[in-house]
């Protein structure tokens, strides 16, 4: 159960902010003006099963905010909301709440602009800051780590995403790097994500006057790698591994808002033994420009 | 120097000359590649005194009317720049008034310099007129060897009417 929630956390870390016509599920380059404000709402809806019958079922929601300071930096806040449900047999057990909050922020290190088309490499880095509930109890005591809203530890993150976007198409690439902290002896294992996007244009066929909007199909890959959680120093073994997913989805995209929703396949799920697996998740969301 | 400072003296002396402005500009911007991107850019310039702005994502083209009267040349690249893209190209159509400072042929207002004109004689320029010209912008040619920081841009007169 523990190596499931995990895998649900990963998921939720991996939403790291996309403000743009872009990835569903990871960070891009591209550029975000100064003054121009962004707020994307983006709602997920994952579960987990194992063969003895026990389910975990997650919903996430997302609020977040980016804000441009000049050309080349901007700074991003990711203010979660979840809900966290197990089920085994006739017993329940949930949480409710504030996730923990990351902030970031972002520095474009490239650009090479032409007609129609645009280039850019950009780093992050950023923290997680523990604001979510991670002592929450129930009838049945202490409900376990990886089922609290938060995790209780202040974390790192580090990465390069880049971006090469044209009329026509787009390609994205990230890499991150997660490292977690310890609280009362707990701490989840760091991580490291390797995220791939192709948004492909199907609509209009050709460019008319204006600025009219774009309808993209989109196909994602993350190739996810997580340590093991350890308590008190020692290595929790029905936790860490490695996961593939792919992502297709669809994307709306207009001069001042964004639609989006895609579904999360994981095709590959080297996990422990007794870990839970991930069945099809789910992931929507709108970015609106103000 | 030379130039600016009887630029200064000329401000003082003939202030009511004060109609020059930029009338409308067509920009070609690079990097300008999905709709999203063009809120930003066309946010910035009617935040800066553009009335109306009209984006062509296929060409790139951004065209800014009604534009306020001390807008100065050096806000296009500076608001294209803030949005995060590349300004490729500028052409303005601009009035004011002709003046010739040390050989060189300059579009006037009562307080500023607006641009320093490369105009083919063709046209027939004389000191003092009130025209409306049209024409692509760039930076500053040199001008005795030298550019000039104080008036940073050219107009390359394509058009001219009295």
Request: with cysteine; glycine share 10%; charged share 20%.
């Amino acid at each position: 159960m523990k190596k499931m929630v995990t895998a649900l956390l990963i998921i939720l870390f991996c939403f790291t902010a996309r403000l743009h016509a872009g990835p569903l599920t990871f960070s891009s380059a591209l550029p975000l003006p100064l003054r121009q404000n962004v707020v994307r709402e983006m709602g997920m809806f994952m579960s987990k099963k194992n063969d003895s019958g026990a389910k975990v079922s997650a919903r996430a929601f997302t609020t977040v905010f980016g804000l441009s300071l000049n050309d080349k930096i901007a700074l991003f806040t990711m203010v979660p909301v979840l809900n966290k449900e197990l089920k085994m047999g006739n017993i329940t057990r949930s949480t409710n709440g504030l996730g923990d909050v990351k902030i970031f922020g972002r520095l474009t290190v490239h650009v090479k602009d032409d007609e129609g088309r645009t280039k850019r490499a950009a780093f992050l880095a950023g923290a997680k800051i523990p604001t979510g509930e991670f002592h929450a109890n129930d009838a049945l005591g202490d409900i376990p780590r990886p089922l609290q809203t938060g995790t209780g530890s202040w974390d790192g993150f580090f990465g390069a995403t880049y971006s090469d976007q044209s009329f026509d198409k787009e390609w994205d690439s990230a890499l991150e790097v997660s490292l977690k902290g310890t609280r009362d002896g707990y701490s989840f294992g760091s991580e490291i994500a390797l995220n791939s996007s192709y948004q492909h244009r199907f609509l209009p066929k050709t460019l008319g006057s204006g600025v009219p909007a774009f309808l993209y199909g989109i196909l994602e890959l993350n190739v996810i790698g997580q340590l093991k959680d350890k308590t008190n120093g020692v290595s929790l073994d029905n936790t860490g591994g490695f996961l593939i997913r792919l992502v297709p989805g669809a994307q709306y995209v207009t001069k001042r808002w964004v639609a989006e929703a895609g579904v999360i396949f994981a095709v590959v799920q080297d996990v422990p033994r007794a870990a839970m697996k991930d069945k099809t998740s789910f992931v929507a969301g709108v970015t609106v420009n103000f | 120097m030379g130039l600016f400072l009887f630029a200064l003296a000329m401000s003082f002396l003939f202030p009511w000359f004060s109609d020059a402005q930029i009338i409308q500009a067509k920009l070609v911007v690079k990097g300008l590649s999905c709709p999203f991107c063009a809120f930003g850019l066309e946010k910035n310039f009617k935040k800066h005194g553009v009335g109306k702005v009209e984006t062509e994502l296929k060409t790139g083209t951004l065209k800014a009317f009604q534009i306020k009267k001390d807008f100065e040349p050096q806000t296009f690249y500076k608001l294209v720049r803030q949005s995060g893209f590349t300004l490729k190209s500028l052409h303005v159509q601009a009035k004011g008034t002709l003046s010739k400072i040390q050989g060189e042929w300059v579009l006037m207002d009562g307080d500023n310099l607006l641009f320093l004109l490369d105009v083919d004689e063709k046209f027939n320029p004389s000191e003092n007129e009130v025209v409306d010209v049209e024409g692509n912008v760039s930076q500053s040619r040199p001008v005795y060897g030298k550019t000039h920081p104080d008036y940073p841009y050219t107009l390359t007169v394509g058009k001219m009417e009295k």
